[in-house]
T-cell receptor, first 114, second 113 residues
Framework: DARVTQTPRDKVTEMGQEVTMRCQPI?????VFWYRQTMMQGLELLAY????????DSGMPKDRFSAEMPDATLATLKIQPSEPRDSAVYFC????????????FGPGTRLTVL | AQSVTQLDSQVPVFEEAPVELRCNYS??????LFWYVQYPNQGLQLLLK??????LVKGINGFEAEFNKSQTSFHLRKPSVHISDTAEYFC???????????FGTGTRLLVSP
């Protein structure tokens, strides 16, 4: 059963600390998305990659957020320095090479910045 | 550019009653349409999708949706809901080709006994 995996599932940190979230897309999928979900803003697209290259990161605060795909099996989202307003659930999703746009979501990383 | 409007932020319903969750979209090009469900503390899961062909699409868990091009709608329906259907439901749209999805703000379905 192919699934998107995310680690850690929960992260509590203090303001100013670096946070790294990891995502393993489904094997063979070539597109990876990062989303942030909060009660106030709902589901926001932060960035997405195709074939490991960033296609759109316009939803991401550039001064503190960075997203990378070191290889086809790993996507990372980093926040440095973290702030309380970054507290949210961060989802990774991956998509295949098919002609339509179904995305498969991971379970999310719940981030709390104190 | 595409956009999605989910008119109801919350829909309360009694168990075994029918339900309809509304979704309207706007797009200047052909679209693909999706409904996702999010159970508490979980990621989003695909319920059903419309790509082309029959306008009535059947999905998992007894849900179905009808694509109406003239009304630019893609409403989700279920004839008889269960307590376990309590969740957040998201409508999404994308253009053809592998593009990003544009999500609605979600509708919380609350099923009570």
């Amino acid at each position: 059963d192919a699934r998107v995996t995310q680690t850690p599932r929960d992260k509590v940190t203090e303001m100013g600390q670096e946070v790294t979230m990891r995502c393993q897309p489904i094997l063979g999928h070539n597109t990876v998305f990062w989303y942030r979900q909060t009660m106030m803003q709902g589901l926001e697209l932060l960035a997405y990659f195709r074939n490991r290259a960033p296609l759109d990161d316009s939803g991401m605060p550039k001064d503190r957020f960075s997203a990378e795909m070191p290889d086809a099996t790993l996507a990372t989202l980093k926040i440095q320095p973290s702030e309380p307003r970054d507290s949210a659930v961060y989802f990774c999703a991956s998509g295949g090479r098919g002609g339509y746009n179904e995305q498969f979501f991971g379970p999310g990383t719940r981030l709390t910045v104190l | 550019a595409q956009s999605v409007t989910q008119l109801d932020s919350q829909v309360p319903v009694f168990e075994e009653a029918p339900v309809e969750l509304r979704c309207n979209y706007s797009s200047s090009v052909s679209v693909y349409l999706f409904w996702y469900v999010q159970y508490p503390n979980q990621g989003l899961q695909l319920l059903l999708k419309y790509l082309s062909g029959s306008t009535l699409v059947k999905g998992i868990n007894g849900f179905e949706a009808e694509f109406n091009k003239s009304q630019t709608s893609f409403h989700l329906r279920k004839p008889s809901v269960h307590i376990s259907d309590t969740a957040e439901y998201f409508c999404a749209v994308s253009g053809s080709g592998f593009q990003k999805l544009v999500f609605g703000t979600g509708t919380r379905l609350l099923v009570s006994p």
